[in-house]
């Protein structure tokens, strides 16, 4: 069964700091996409990136990177120079084809940030 | 972007009563749409697929008769909880499946609407 994991419940810094955010997978699949969601406290979830299985590239935007390792099944989400709007809890979600060939997300239990100032 | 609305934003109302929800892609058209359910200070839980013109398909454990889904057109689904009871006070969420093929490939992403808070008296 898919399964993601994010061992970080929640995680404090003060702003400005670099912070990472870790996100496991575990999936049969070997074609499968990850993402990673902000949800504020207004409670929407945004979305942030979509990566799919076969491409390793590690992708950089503004302050935000992700760095994806298939050797290790991690998906980990690092936010550059931290700022309090930054504060929000971040879903990390793999993909699993369902039978009507649509896809349906697993999602992590989140990793709550709070930036401090 | 690709935007999705929900409507209600918040609903209070009374045990035993029904509420509709309503999802629409605003500025794409989705064949799939998602229904999720969130408790506080937890992750989304699934509780049904909604395809355009077909059954939902419903997560093990989501009672059918309980929450009604209908995908009626591209753009609009709406869950129904019926006889609404405090238990089923929660954060509802809905995501509309933005698929796009194009020469260079495709990309499949679903996109959330702003959620609906469910409080049953």
Redesign the interface.
Known sequence: AQKVTQAQTEISVVEKEDVTLDCVYETRDTTYYLFWYKQPPSGELVFLIRRNSFDEQNEISGRYSWNFQKSTSSFNFTITASQVVDSAVYFCALSEATQGGSEKLVFGKGTKLTVNP | GAVVSQHPSWVICKSGTSVKIECRSLDFQA??M?WYRQFPK???M?MA?S?EGSKA?YEQGVEKDKFLINHASLTLSTLTVTSAHPEDSS?Y?C?A?DYLRTSGGS?????????T?LTVL
């Open positions: 064949t799939t998602f937890q992750s989304l699934l697929t395809n398909t954060f969420i995501s499946r990309t499949d992403t679903q996109y959330f609407g702003p959620g808070r």
